[in-house]
Nanobody
Framework: VQLQASGGGSVQAGGSLGLSCAAS????????VGWFRQTPGKEREFVAA????????YYSDSLKGRFAISRDNAKNTANLEMVSLKPEDTAVYYC?????????????????WGQGTLVTVSS
């Protein structure tokens, strides 16, 4: 599965931003599409995921309420809407696809990754 993330950019604290992940290739094998984020020197952090066919959503407890994931099966995209952004949300955001049903939260369960898109939140 090939993934292309887009929509990153710079925003002031309290603002909103939307990310999109376009999937192509063997999308019929996808169980979950997830978003993760990473800052220098830290491990990749789970943000949110969605089951590709059922549409069930999963969120990091610390981000639930500010971030919302959705998918459009017709367009093969998974979108992440982020509101009330904080400077600590600054990171490179990656989308990923899991083709096994080992759970949505661990980056180890995702075999295919997009290139990442930078989100910068200024105070």
């Amino acid at each position: 599965v090939q993934l292309q993330a887009s929509g990153g950019g710079s925003v002031q604290a309290g603002g909103s931003l939307g990310l999109s992940c376009a999937a192509s290739g063997d999308i019929f094998s996808v169980y979950y599409v997830g978003w993760f984020r990473q800052t220098p020197g830290k491990e990749r952090e789970f943000v949110a995921a969605i089951s590709w066919y059922g549409g069930r959503t999963y969120y990091s407890d610390s981000l639930k309420g500010r971030f919302a994931i959705s998918r459009d099966n017709a367009k093969n995209t998974a979108n992440l809407e982020m509101v009330s952004l904080k400077p600590e949300d600054t990171a490179v955001y990656y989308c990923a696809a899991a083709t096994t049903d080992w759970g949505p939260n661990s980056s180890a369960n995702y075999a295919d990754w997009g290139q990442g898109t930078l989100v910068t939140v200024s105070s």
